[in-house]
């Protein structure tokens, strides 16, 4: 499995990036810093599973989730985001991600998401 | 007079601390007022309070209700809401508020429920608690902010500068968090702490 993590924050990536590895391992696991530079390495690394903050400069995670589920309907994108309003869970729902889920995430959180996906 | 800087880690992780804080809060705003508020990525800086009411200029608007919240603990300082004249009035519509009274009294509700939201969400993130003050609300021209009290007794301010703004009711907000130089320093060593907890 490849994973993709995404977000403008440093902490906020390291925080997933750690949470995965106590999970899977030695999986190989891509960062991007916003949506645009996810969607390049969507592209470039075909990843199976994308972690995508909604708040971002260059491109938001509204904008890049319908590029990334362009790019492979079957990628499953996690969204990951201070944003807890309803409106937000629908809105990226219904583009396509497979949940949305309240930073920030702790390995036993990153457990749940990873058994449901 | 200090001059303390944060790194652009230590930015990083504050930035980030606020983002969720502030989604949080926002959450709660909007189920409040059964309306949708985008976030924006916060803003931070260290300023010299003089810097701080040249920024203020800036703000669309001659006038604005501006209320206040202090809180004291390990990280104390004063929360500032800012809402313009015609975001008070969209305010007022929406609520179905008739007075001014009346609109006032939603504003500091407001104020005490996004900053008291705001303010114990990143205390908790920083693992500490803070305790609050009752929020007051002035109605001032923006020319006249440097009268202000709640600027007064700060030299240095750490200033976390973030938007609300519910888009379809017209109501735009800004929140100002300012804290003062012994809890920039708690603040910049907690900031390290979580960064060294994450390598």
């Keep these: 499995m490849k994973y993709l993590v995404t977000d403008d924050s440093k902490l906020a990536r390291l925080s997933i990036v750690k949470s995965l590895k106590a999970h899977v391992g030695d999986a190989e696991i891509f960062q991007a810093e916003n949506g645009e530079v996810a969607v390049a390495l969507v592209k470039e690394h075909k990843p199976d599973v994308v972690f995508l903050d909604l708040t971002m400069p260059v491109l938001d995670g509204y904008g890049a989730l319908p590029l990334i589920k362009e790019c492979n309907q079957k990628i499953k994108v996690i969204v990951v985001s201070a944003d807890i309003q309803e409106q937000a869970k629908t809105k990226v729902m219904a583009l396509g991600a497979e949940m949305h889920i309240q930073k920030p995430i702790n390995a036993d959180k990153m457990q749940e998401i990873l058994e449901l996906i | ?199």
Aim: charged share 25%.
């Design chain 2, 1 to 199: 007079m200090s001059n303390i800087t944060l790194t652009e880690d230590e930015k990083d992780v504050l930035q980030e601390l606020m983002n969720v804080a502030y989604g949080n809060a926002t959450a709660i705003v909007a189920d409040m007022l059964d309306a949708f508020a985008s976030l924006s990525i916060p803003n931070i800086k260290i300023m010299q309070t003089a810097e701080l009411l040249n920024e203020l200029h800036d703000l669309k608007g001659d006038s604005y209700f501006f209320s206040t919240q202090a809180f004291a603990g390990e990280f104390s300082g004063e929360s500032a809401f800012f809402i313009d004249n015609e975001s008070a009035q969209n305010l007022a519509l929406h609520l179905e508020l008739e007075t001014d009274e009346d609109l006032q009294d939603a504003i500091l509700e407001l104020t005490n429920v996004l900053t008291s939201s705001l303010t114990t969400r990143l205390a908790k993130e920083m693992n500490t608690e803070v305790k609050f003050s009752l929020p007051s609300i002035s109605k001032i021209p923006l020319n006249e902010m440097d009268q202000n009290d709640s600027f007064k007794e700060y030299s240095q301010v750490i200033v976390i500068d973030t938007q609300l703004n519910f888009e379809d009711q017209k109501i735009n907000g800004e929140i100002f968090i300012l804290t003062k130089d012994g809890s920039i320093e708690w603040l910049k060593n907690q900031l390290n702490n979580i960064l060294e907890a994450m390598m």
